[in-house]
């Protein structure tokens, strides 16, 4: 399928690209298109990648795995995501680094060559943060994230068992590594490997989120 979406792109020309892509996953078993299972709980395909821009799809299923830390970070990308279906409250924060104390530990994040394998690695730096911003997005909202500003997610879902995103991310900096803010020190690297997800899962998880597009 050609990729048409842009920044700029509106919410009806997303919803029907997401559409096509969709149906074409369902219309053959076997298909070259892969879904994982993130470690933190939401499942994401890739479906488009180049040197400065990739194109995600990234469901959140109703009963997923919610974790308690590791969930403030940034990017080393500018992030556009333009909300499918359900509800996401983005918060924003001011974090403040010291080499001394702080209420979390800042793990730096790295991937090797397989782009579904990452592992975080504990800095000596340690941070406090504030919440400067909350915002709720909605069916139809789209929001931007600028490279390298901390902030978390929190999922909701309206009348819906899934919550849906198509993610836009661009001019990568590759010097910065991610960050990602933990609150219990651990001394040996945090492996995050996801699972790929059969058809079979996937076509009725599928089935579901299109009849709500």
């Known amino acids: 399928m050609s990729i048409t979406i842009t920044a700029s792109s509106t919410f009806a020309e997303v919803r029907n690209f997401i559409n096509t892509f969709l149906n074409e996953y369902l219309s053959r078993e076997g298909n070259?298109?892969?879904?994982y299972l993130h470690?933190?709980?939401?499942?994401y395909s890739r479906i488009f990648t180049s040197e400065n821009e990739q194109l995600r799809i990234h469901i959140w299923p109703k009963n997923y795995s919610k974790k308690d830390?590791?969930?403030?970070?940034d990017h080393y990308y500018d992030l556009n995501s333009w909300i499918l279906l359900g509800e996401i409250k983005d918060l924003l924060y001011d974090v403040s680094v010291t080499t001394n104390t702080g209420k979390f530990i800042v793990y730096e994040g790295s991937y090797n060559d397989n782009?579904?394998?990452?592992?975080?690695?504990?800095s000596n730096l340690?941070?406090?943060i504030i919440?400067?911003?909350?915002?709720?997005?909605?069916?139809?909202?789209?929001y931007f994230i600028e490279k390298s500003?901390?902030?978390?997610?929190?999922?909701?879902?309206?009348?819906?068992?899934y919550t849906c995103t198509l993610v836009l991310t661009q001019n990568p900096n590759r010097v910065h590594s991610p960050k990602v803010l933990g609150k219990v020190k651990k001394h040996e690297i945090i492996e995050?490997?996801?699972t790929l997800m059969s058809y079979i899962d996937m076509k009725l998880i599928i089935e579901s989120i299109i009849v709500k597009l």
Not at 69 to 73: A, G, S, T, W
Not at 115 to 122: C, D, F, M, T
Not at 153 to 158: A, C, P
């Open 126 to 128: 340690f941070c406090n």
């Open 149 to 161: 500003k901390y902030h978390s997610n929190e999922i909701m879902f309206k009348d819906s068992d």
């Open 32 to 35: 070259e298109i892969e879904f």
């Open 39 to 43: 470690p933190l709980g939401f499942i």
């Open 69 to 73: 830390d590791l969930y403030i970070h």
């Open 115 to 122: 782009e579904n394998y990452r592992y975080l690695k504990p």
């Open 131 to 142: 919440k400067i911003k909350e915002r709720l997005f909605t069916k139809g909202d789209k």
């Open 192 to 194: 995050e490997l996801p």
